[in-house]
């Protein structure tokens, strides 16, 4: 085999870079069905949060600064060179204070759909909240990132308070809790036989305010908690202003389930025939998947989408998500990186939650204790230990681990470069020798895109990878790879650490 080129590191940085647009035009929808989007979730309320004394929580009084609309466009740059191409904004709507989670109240118990979350306001500017708003988006839109904003599922008990015809009750009259989410009640939104227009006005003056702010896609909650016939109506309604606005369901093919008896229970397909572009597939399962079988199943569903629905349709990356543990946690920094990688060169949009790429566990040591202050009628830290904190002032999200940030920002860049392969390649699973082990080839008519990696996380695996007329001469520029690996006579042999993942690219090589 000839010798690997080493030109790799220099490639992937100066052929991915992106120009902003002089004149913002939203072309989010096509590029999320051609699979090429890099998204980052953040919470505004700590993404560019001040915590001058080091100890994880905001203290207003000792001035510092939470995450705001004004001070989150400093990381915008940073966000930029990382690779990222939209940002997913959670909740931004205001919050509820009454049977509260956290000092700051959860971001998904919304108390109004029609304003802004006043948490989210700056000081350091004299000007409506709205109009800061206005200045991140177009901040992102500068830099040549999209912005997609959260619709909660439900409504906050505040909220149940002045609008109680909003609101699914039980049979004493009361309003449904759904699943175990104590600080938010079940949203009426109708069946498929009939839509309560009281809930859909709500929804459409959502969309008209946030397209006014100039957003350019929503992520939508708990989707399948409402009727097919419900998004299908506001869908279409969004797409008559602007074509190319983006709509991902939060839904899954392996939850079978309605968050509430009373709920109602929309699968992932019917969200996906009523207009959704995209869903989040099962990839969080990865964690749990030990044969290449396994993750095969859910790559061939999501690669049969569009015969199924009759349209275009993708998924996002949903390795990692805040409603996950941190990958540290799971399995260790080689889950972490093989999540960076299958995000790059799968036929899907890859998506990271602020921190990922610095390897924040999410460990905050005040996490359920007694609170100093509050703002909520909680008096307790809440959090959920391991993900992201979405319920209190509290810290900026990142680690350490800046190797990992580096690989980060590769694994970005090669999704750049290689996203015409991904976009116009044939897609294939190569059989390797080992059950643990997945293979496959992404390829088009001048190059091929290998990956390898080992889904047991304790054991080195040795294998070999059948690549139909590979040879010893066949060019190869690796991407990331501890071993390096032996081509012969159809073959690949290599050597996997636990958990580790390999990329190539072989040029002048094509795979039919």
């Known amino acids: 085999m000839k010798k690997f080129l080493v030109v790799a590191s220099i490639l992937l940085f100066t052929s991915c870079q992106v120009n902003a647009k002089d004149v913002w035009v939203n072309n989010l929808r096509s590029d999320f069905l051609n699979n090429s989007t890099v998204i ?3 919470n505004l309320r700590t993404f560019n949060a001040k915590d001058k004394d080091g100890n994880g929580i905001i203290d207003f009084k000792a001035g510092e600064e939470s995450g705001n609309f004004i001070n989150a466009i400093d990381r915008l740059d940073e966000l930029k060179l990382e690779g990222i191409t939209a940002v997913h904004l959670l909740p931004i709507t205001p919050v509820g204070k009454m049977k509260a989670l956290g000092t700051a109240g959860s971001l998904y118990s919304a108390a109004g759909f029609d304003s802004l979350n006043p948490q989210l306001k700056s000081d350091a500017v004299d000007i409506p909240i709205e109009e800061q708003a206005r ?9 040549g990132i999209a912005v997609i904003v959260d619709v909660p599922a439900c409504g906050s008990y505040d909220l149940f308070l002045q609008h109680p015809e909003l609101f699914v009750k039980d049979s004493s009259g ?4 759904p699943a175990d989410w104590t600080d938010v009640r079940l949203l009426n939104a109708g069946t498929e036989d009939k839509i309560n227009q009281d809930v859909m006005r709500v929804y459409k003056q959502y969309v008209d305010f946030m397209m006014k702010l100039g957003v350019d896609g929503i992520r939508v909650d708990v989707a399948h908690s409402k009727p097919a016939k419900f998004w299908k109506e506001l869908i279409e309604y969004s797409r008559k202003y602007d074509k190319e606005f983006l ?16 709920a109602v229970y929309t699968p992932y397909d019917k969200l996906l025939a009523a207009g959704f572009d995209g869903y989040y597939g099962s990839y969080f399962n990865l964690k749990n998947w030990k044969t290449a079988k396994e993750f095969q199943n859910q790559v ?16 996002i990356g949903s390795f990692t998500t805040h409603d996950e543990l941190s990958p540290i946690l799971e399995k260790g920094r080689e889950y972490s990186r093989m999540i960076m990688w299958l995000n790059a060169t799968l036929p899907l949009n890859s998506y990271f939650v602020d921190g990922f790429d610095t390897g924040d566990k999410y460990i905050y040591f005040w996490a359920n204790k007694k609170a100093a202050e509050t703002y ?4 307790y830290y809440f959090a959920h230990r391991g993900k992201i904190d979405i319920f209190n002032f509290s810290r900026k999200p990142g680690g350490n681990d800046f190797d990992l940030k580096d690989e980060f920002v590769r694994a970005n860049q090669c999704k750049l470069i290689v996203k015409n392969i991904l976009k116009d390649g044939s897609f294939r699973f190569l059989k390797t020798s080992s059950p643990s082990v997945f293979a496959y080839a992404v390829s088009n008519k001048l190059q091929t895109i290998v990956v390898i990696g080992n889904l047991d996380f304790r054991t080195n ?3 070999k990878v059948n690549v139909p007329k590979i040879s010893a001469s066949t060019p190869a520029i690796p991407l990331t790879m501890v071993n390096t690996p032996k081509f012969n006579k159809g073959k690949i042999m290599t050597n996997l650490a636990p958990g580790e993942i390999q990329v190539m690219i072989l040029d002048k090589f094509s795979l039919k």
């Open 40 to 42: 980052y979730a953040i």
């Open 247 to 262: 709509w991902i369901a939060e839904s899954s093919d392996s939850w079978k389930d309605a968050v509430s008896p009373q």
């Open 461 to 463: 695996v040795s294998v």
């Open 174 to 177: 009361q309003p449904v809790v």
């Open 376 to 379: 909520t009628d909680d008096e």
């Open 300 to 315: 061939n569903l999501n690669l049969s989408l569009e015969k199924k629905i009759g349209e275009p349709k993708s998924v």
């Open 135 to 143: 200045k991140f988006i177009e901040a992102a839109h500068d830099r």
